[in-house]
């Protein structure tokens, strides 16, 4: 299973950006998948999470600014971030819990930057 993700790039303070992150691959089904960021000197943090029911959580620091979807026929989820300010500056990783050969697997795509700044 890949992760692909794509959308990143540099924005002004309180404008958008729009993340997506596909998964390719063949035998597996997807549990969960979810958006994780890590700023310069700092650990990855959970962003938001969507499971395969549409069941949402997001970190404090971001609800009511982005918003998680999916598309499940496409294996691929979305992160639309409205709002965005200096301190969301990180690198995002896509994350998939995924269900393949009778066991659950944690996958990880490459990352793509978002740097907000004017």
């Known amino acids: 299973v890949q992760l692909q993700a794509s959308g990143g790039g540099l924005v002004q303070p309180g404008g958008s950006l729009r993340l997506s992150c596909a998964a390719s691959?063949?035998?597996?089904?997807?549990?969960?998948m979810g958006w994780y960021r890590q700023a310069t000197g700092k650990q990855r943090e959970l962003v938001a999470v969507?499971?395969?029911?549409?069941?949402?959580n997001y970190a404090a620091s971001v609800k009511g600014r982005f918003t998680i979807t999916r598309d499940n026929a496409r294996n691929t989820v979305y992160l639309q971030m409205n709002s965005l300010k200096p301190e969301d500056t990180a690198v995002y990783y896509c994350?998939?819990?995924?269900?393949?050969?009778?066991?659950?697997?944690?996958?990880w795509g490459q990352g793509t930057l978002v740097t907000v700044s004017s």
């Open positions: 691959g063949s035998g597996f089904s997807i549990n969960a």
């Open positions: 969507i499971t395969s029911g549409g069941g949402t």
């Open positions: 994350n998939a819990v995924v269900l393949r050969l009778g066991g659950e697997f944690t996958y």
